[in-house]
């Protein structure tokens, strides 16, 4: 069974970029998929980002396109999410997940694995 880790949260200012870290053990990142959730206090687990096994393909949540990029290098068992223009609104938990569905509607219930998050605080 695979084990997430994340890392790379803090907190920043507005307009700040930060880049977060997800490693795996247990099992190797190039034979699945992998996503990124968030959430927010108060809120419910949002999709932010994924990419296929091969690398080949992302997705982005509407609320990150153009500003998060997504990247894994399986050697290294480890997928990136480089966060961009960072706002107040981006702040939350932010969560590595495998084991589930890829496409539409993203839902955080269909993964059955996940880490144990890495936080991050923009401040405006």
């Known amino acids: 069974q695979v084990q997430l880790a994340e890392s790379g949260g803090g907190p920043v200012e507005a307009g700040d970029s930060l880049r977060l870290s997800c490693v795996a053990s247990?099992?190797?990142?190039?034979?699945?998929?992998t996503a990124w959730f968030r959430q927010a206090p108060g809120k419910e687990r949002e999709f932010v980002a994924a990419i296929t096994w091969t690398g080949g393909s992302t997705y982005f949540g509407d609320s990150v396109k153009g500003r998060f990029t997504i990247s894994k290098v399986n050697a290294r068992d480890t997928v990136y999410l480089q966060m961009n223009s960072l706002t107040p609104d981006d702040t939350g938990v932010y969560y590595c997940a495998a084991d589930g569905p890829f496409g539409s509607p993203w839902d955080p219930e269909d993964f059955a694995t996940w880490g144990q998050g890495t936080r991050v605080t923009v401040s405006a």
């Open positions: 247990g099992r190797t990142f190039s034979t699945y998929g």
